[in-house]
């Protein structure tokens, strides 16, 4: 079964700090992979997918098949980044599997 | 455009007692999802519709629980009887393709079963 990681329940950096959200899966094949974002007092939203190797306001992730990783990165961290993050896989034509979460406190 | 409303936000119950809650999906999205949120679990995934049909309820938790979507537009999810344990965040998402596409999520509906 598939399954994600997000090894740390809280992450507080400061503002302008480098931030890095980590996640792990593990899953045998090819995945997909996402990071959704829950800002205060909003849904739940996609904020980048792997496949598409873009940069979502500022951050981005690379997928890493061989430590099984997908972290989130952003090199200068905003106050308006403070959210929930979660990262979520889906194995090809199956459900999203999501992670605990990790919130990001960005401290001015 | 609107996006996927959830019907109520919160909801308090006690157990024993039956609750329905109600997803409206982004209008043209066929492929619709609950997921549920215990607290400090991750969010999971509960059942997929197509349209009208249901393509995956491998994630519901038993026979309590009922998902429809009569008519491919609105669903509804009942909880009967309630227990403790289904209290947490039922979330509802849509999406144009399906899995590896980009879900939608509504703002949760808040189930607390005393």
């Known amino acids: 079964a598939q399954r994600v990681t997000q090894p740390e329940k809280l992450l507080s950096v400061f503002k302008g700090a480098p931030v890095e959200l980590k996640c792990n899966y593990s899953y045998s094949g090819s995945p997909e992979l996402f990071w959704y974002v829950q800002y205060s007092r909003q849904r739940l939203q996609l904020l980048l997918r792997?496949?598409s190797r873009e940069s979502i306001k500022g951050f981005t992730a690379d997928l890493n098949k061989g430590e099984t990783s997908f972290h989130l990165k952003k090199p200068f961290a905003q106050e308006e980044d403070s959210a929930m993050y979660y990262c979520?896989?889906?194995?090809?034509?199956?459900?999203?599997?999501f992670g605990k979460g990790t919130r990001l406190s960005v401290i001015a | 455009e609107a996006g996927v409303t959830q019907f109520p936000s919160h909801s308090v119950i006690e157990k024993g007692q039956t609750v329905t809650l109600r997803c409206d999906p982004i209008?043209?999205?066929?492929?619709l999802y609950w997921y549920r949120r215990v607290m400090g679990k991750e969010i999971k995934f509960l059942l997929h519709?197509?349209?009208?049909?249901?393509?995956?309820e491998s994630g519901m938790p038993n026979n309590r629980f009922l998902a429809e979507r009569t008519g491919g537009t609105y669903s509804t999810l009942k909880v009967q009887p309630a227990e403790l344990e289904d209290s947490g965040v039922y979330f509802c998402?849509?999406?144009?393709?399906?899995?590896?596409?980009?879900?939608?999520f509504g703002p949760g509906t808040r189930l607390l079963v005393l």
């Open positions: 209008s043209g999205h066929d492929n």
């Open positions: 519709f197509v349209k009208e049909s249901k393509q995956d």
């Open positions: 979520a896989l889906s194995a090809g034509n199956t459900p999203l599997v």
């Open positions: 792997h496949i």
């Open positions: 998402a849509s999406s144009q393709d399906g899995y590896s596409g980009t879900q939608y």
